[in-house]
């Protein structure tokens, strides 16, 4: 069965440091999203993204997150200045269509620490 | 706004009972609901969701979930728990007047004891 899969696993950074999650989206999926979950929080929306750019994005998702799919395969989301409050596990997802009854099929994460 | 609520942090069952892990909403307009489940170190996965239709749902691994609208309930069930069953499970809406994007209940731990 298809899946979501997202590298690195677990990524350690300095704050100001700059990081890159990679995330490859189920081959025939259309939607793109980030999602993240701060350790013992509930998980919230970032960012959507369709037909190369962005469909929605959280008030979360500020100035400093970038999201991009710089080939076929890769969906990214880059942190240009990591903070400390950045640490947490981020969950790319996909989907055929962005439709409100359309399921999201979640990757594995990335959990980020900023020290 | 959207918003879900799971009332349980945490819920304990022996193997072989049946499990209820709760879930309420609030939406603006009509509700699209899902299950998902996370394993220790993987990804949230997709158990079953609610679109329209027959109130109760079948999803995977036995699970089913009940659609309430009276009282914007969305409670995952399974009719005999396993030990296998262990693991944090997120409850999800979206709503037709609203964006792309879940909104998540805050997780409840479900730990199934010999």
């Known amino acids: 069965e298809p899946e979501v899969t997202q590298t690195p696993s677990h990524q350690v950074t300095q704050m100001g440091q700059e990081v890159i999650l990679r995330c490859v989206p189920?081959?025939?999926?259309?939607?793109?999203?980030?999602?993240?979950?701060?350790?013992?929080?509930?998980?919230e929306f970032l960012v959507s993204f369709y037909n190369n750019e962005i469909s929605e994005k959280s008030e979360i998702f500020d100035d400093q997150f970038s999201v991009e799919r710089p080939d076929g395969s890769n969906f990214t989301l880059k942190i240009r200045?990591?903070?400390l409050e950045d640490s947490a596990m981020y969950f790319c997802a996909s989907s055929t269509q962005g439709a409100q009854g359309e399921t999201q099929y979640f990757g594995p994460g990335t959990r980020l620490l900023v020290l | 706004a959207q918003s879900v609520a799971q009332p349980e942090d945490q819920v304990n069952v022996a193997e072989g009972n049946p499990l209820t892990v709760k879930c309420t909403y609030s939406v603006s307009g009509n509700p699209y609901l899902?299950?998902?489940v996370q394993y220790p170190n993987r990804g949230l996965q997709f158990l079953l969701k609610y679109i329209t239709g027959d109130n109760l749902v079948k999803g995977s691994y036995g699970f089913e979930a009940e659609f309430n609208k009276s009282q914007t309930s969305f409670h995952l069930k399974k009719p005999s728990a396993l030990v296998s069953d262990s693991a944090l499970y997120f409850c999800a809406v979206r709503d037709n007047t609203?964006?792309?994007?879940?909104?998540?209940?805050?997780?409840?731990?479900?730990?199934?004891?010999p």
């Open chain 1, 26 to 43: 189920i081959s025939n999926h259309l939607y793109f999203y980030w999602y993240r979950q701060i350790l013992g929080q509930k998980v």
């Open chain 2, 98 to 113: 609203y964006g792309q994007n879940f909104v998540f209940g805050p997780g409840t731990r479900l730990s199934v004891l």
């Open chain 2, 34 to 36: 899902f299950w998902y």
């Open chain 1, 81 to 83: 200045s990591t903070k």
